[in-house]
């Protein structure tokens, strides 16, 4: 595996939090653009008729620019990363936090979705590729008045503790400015 300047490099797992619109998702797309040429863009979210997410989608697309190869998958995470039938040097999967409300809505029990969380972790730790992953940090707001509202929110903080034990770096982003926790 050889970074943009074309030096081998051993694959890299990182975890980018933040929280809505914090820039995570732009700096994550910037450090990937800046360090690998073959690159696959993992999207979790599903467009349904929504005209402000398809708004959203399009800007994300247009900012990132060509160079990218796009899979759109809301649940199969693992499936996607294993199958890596391109033979990529690096996924950003675009966002862990709407993987996890894909399977909430899809009524997954809290057991189904931690065993997809520990099969996603064990995939990326053997990965021959490198893994970006994005992810929502709320963890730092209110806690929520509603029993859905207090699972979704110890599921991602469950979920990227997961994540986080896995992957070599680990940064936060805060109003686009990146503070590295770790690696």
Same mark, same amino acid.
Request: charged share 25%; proline share 3%.
């Given at each position: 595996?050889?970074?943009?300047? /074309?030096?081998?490099?051993? #694959?890299?797992?990182?975890?980018?939090? /933040?929280? =809505?619109?914090?820039?995570?998702?732009?700096?994550?797309?910037?450090?990937?653009?800046?360090?690998?040429?073959?690159?696959?863009?993992?999207?979790? +979210?599903? !467009?349904?008729?929504?005209?402000?997410?398809?708004?959203?989608? !399009?800007?994300?697309?247009?900012?990132?620019?060509?160079?990218?190869?796009?899979?759109?998958?809301?649940?199969?995470?693992? /499936?996607?990363?294993?199958?890596?039938?391109?033979?990529?040097?690096?996924?950003?999967?675009? =966002?862990?936090?709407?993987?996890?409300?894909?399977?909430?809505?899809?009524?997954?029990?809290?057991?189904?979705?931690?065993?997809?969380?520990?099969?996603?972790?064990?995939?990326?730790?053997?990965?021959?590729?490198?893994?970006? +992953?994005? !992810?929502?940090?709320?963890?730092?707001?209110?806690? #929520?008045?509603? #029993?859905?509202?207090?699972?979704?929110?110890?599921?991602?903080?469950?979920?990227?503790?997961?994540? !986080?034990?896995? =992957?070599?770096?680990?940064?936060?982003?805060?109003?686009?400015? #990146?503070?590295?926790?770790?690696?």
């Amino acid at each position: 595996m050889t970074n943009i300047d /074309g030096i081998k490099q051993l #694959p890299v797992k990182k975890l980018v939090l /933040g929280g =809505c619109r914090s820039g995570k998702s732009r700096y994550a797309e910037h450090w990937v653009s800046e360090n690998f040429s073959d690159r696959v863009f993992v999207a979790t +979210l599903e !467009a349904k008729n929504d005209v402000e997410m398809d708004q959203r989608i !399009a800007m994300h697309l247009q900012s990132r620019g060509s160079g990218w190869m796009t899979v759109e998958e809301p649940l199969d995470l693992v /499936g996607v990363l294993e199958k890596n039938a391109t033979g990529a040097e690096v996924f950003l999967v675009d =966002c862990l936090t709407m993987w996890l409300t894909n399977m909430m809505m899809r009524d997954f029990s809290d057991e189904k979705i931690q065993d997809q969380v520990v099969r996603l972790a064990e995939t990326v730790r053997g990965l021959g590729a490198s893994v970006v +992953l994005v !992810a929502n940090e709320v963890g730092f707001g209110i806690v #929520p008045e509603s #029993p859905l509202g207090r699972r979704f929110r110890d599921l991602a903080g469950w979920t990227n503790q997961q994540m !986080a034990l896995v =992957c070599q770096q680990v940064v936060l982003v805060v109003a686009g400015l #990146p503070l590295r926790f770790k690696g």
